[in-house]
């Protein structure tokens, strides 16, 4: 079956440390996404990636980084720059030109 | 830059009553898409509906429709029938048709089916 793959579903690191996400796609999806979800708020854009090899910033990039290797993987690192990480972590993906947005199971990432 | 805002942080409703969830957005393009998206305790998201804006007529899928108001910027959700497994977190989310294809989401209505 086709869909978006993340892993792990929880993950626990010590302050100062890297940590990433992975986030794979079997859809033959054109572009990749990395949202940030806090609680009473809703998905804010970290990371998108239209083309392999091409990524922009998205509202909140400050403290995380991204590559796009393949089409198929879009990793998103957390890196110890990232003032508050603990949050929940969505990837998307979709094809161009006026398609929705799919998404994976998601990260919980905690953070002490 | 377009916003997006969903004024109901929290509604409920009785199993088998109709349920209508708020959206207003805020945008200059005339050309673009509007989503609505369902977050379960799973927290998996999960597309409900889409309206595109150049269509007059509004979207319906199954129990589920909308009222697209364009002049007015509203795009509301109605759930008729409420089942127990539409508890759930909605999210109202702009793309604009050109510029980046980029989604806005508002916050967020967070809906209790009671039984």
């Known amino acids: 079956d086709g869909g978006i793959t993340q892993s792990p579903k929880y993950l626990f690191r010590k302050e100062g440390q890297n940590v990433t996400l992975s986030c794979e796609q079997n859809?033959?999806?054109?572009?990749m996404y990395w949202y940030r979800q806090d609680p009473g708020q809703g998905l804010r854009l970290i990371y998108y990636?239209?083309?392999?090899?091409?990524?922009q910033k998205g509202d909140i990039a400050e403290g995380y980084s991204v590559s796009r290797e393949k089409k198929e993987s879009f990793p998103l690192t957390v890196t110890s720059a990232q003032k508050n990480p603990t949050a929940f972590y969505l990837c998307?993906?979709?094809?161009?030109?006026?398609?929705?947005?799919?998404f994976g199971n998601g990260t919980r990432l905690t953070v002490t | 830059a377009q916003t997006v805002t969903q004024s109901q942080p929290e509604m409920s409703v009785q199993e088998a009553e109709t349920v209508t969830l708020s959206c207003t957005y805020d945008?200059?393009?005339?050309?673009?898409?509007l989503f609505w998206y369902k977050q379960p305790p799973s927290r998996q998201m999960i597309l409900v509906i889409r309206?595109?804006?150049?269509?007059?007529q509004n979207a319906t899928e199954n129990r589920f429709s909308v009222n697209f108001q364009k002049a007015a910027k509203s795009f509301s959700l109605k759930i008729s029938d409420s089942q127990l497994g539409d508890t759930a977190m909605y999210f109202c989310?702009?793309?604009?048709?050109?510029?980046?294809?980029?989604?806005?989401f508002g916050p967020g209505t967070r809906l209790s089916v009671l039984p």
């Open positions: 998307a993906s979709r094809f161009l030109k006026n398609s929705p947005l799919h």
């Open positions: 859809l033959n999806h054109d572009a």
């Open positions: 990636s239209q083309i392999v090899n091409d990524f």
């Open positions: 945008t200059s393009e005339n050309n673009y898409y």
């Open positions: 309206q595109e804006a150049y269509k007059q």
């Open positions: 989310a702009f793309m604009s048709w050109d510029y980046g294809q980029n989604f806005v």
